[in-house]
């Protein structure tokens, strides 16, 4: 194996000839990528809001098996713009997790109010999309989805575990207090060593906040399960 210093803190590799670019980043994005395999899975496509919280995990999962691929393994080989697209797959799987909650919660207040919440989320979205493609602005893509989860998702999911105690909205909240742990470790940006740097570290932690959702995407199964038998 040959060791190729480049200006990341962390090296490429060369195996069998072929030049794979920061390798642990690839790792970690398939790592997360992995998990969202097993949201998307174990989660129901019925009804509407467990079918959108399933299209967060296919998104998402999308969005890092890209990332691995384009935005670390091979990136060396392509330009900039190379990165767009798992960028905005990231932005996908968060707008279908923010329309899930509101999905989710819709019964619990006036019509109306979910078609508000529906449209400032397909706004939202829409902007991401535009200012993320014209600028190939990273921090772009966490705002949004940091605004989704913790303005949208988070305070949804609440208010439904408070008014009917659905469970799968616990695993739901678990995942996005995860989520704010990798966030952070990104913002700090520590890197304890050449091959596992703060990029590394938010995956690891994204992927265990992944699989909370997940856990909450099982819950709906079950939920659809005790109530076919009912």
């Known amino acids: 194996m040959e060791i190729i210093y480049t200006a990341s803190y962390q090296p490429d ?7 794979i670019g920061q390798p642990m980043m690839v790792l970690t994005d398939l790592l997360v990528a ?14 509407a809001g467990a079918m959108l919280c399933r299209l967060f995990f296919l998104f998402t999962g999308l969005s890092m ?5 384009l935005g670390h393994a091979f990136t060396y080989t392509l330009p900039r713009a190379g990165v767009l697209p798992g960028w905005l797959f990231g932005v996908l799987g968060v707008s279908a997790m923010e329309q899930a909650a509101i999905e989710r919660t819709r019964h619990l207040y006036r019509e109306g109010v979910g078609k508000i919440l529906t449209w400032l989320n397909a706004a939202k979205a829409g902007l991401a999309f535009w200012f993320v493609s014209s600028t190939l602005w990273f ?11 913790l303005l949208m998702v988070a305070p949804l999911e609440a208010f439904l575990r408070y008014k009917t105690g659905d469970k799968s909205s616990k695993h739901i909240l678990y995942g996005i207090g995860l989520l704010l742990l990798a966030v952070s470790v990104f913002i700090v940006k520590w890197v304890p060593s050449r091959w596992m740097g703060f990029t590394d570290i938010a995956h690891v932690i994204m ?24």
């Open 139 to 149: 921090p772009a893509v966490e705002i949004h989805a940091a605004a989704g989860m």
């Open 34 to 47: 992995g998990v969202c395999l097993y949201g998307w899975r174990v989660t129901p496509s019925k009804p």
């Open 13 to 19: 590799i060369v195996l069998f000839g072929l030049r």
């Open 207 to 230: 992927s265990f906040a992944i699989w909370q959702i997940a856990l909450g995407g099982l819950r709906m199964n079950q939920t659809v399960a005790s109530a076919a038998e009912s």
């Open 65 to 69: 098996l890209v990332s691995a691929l």
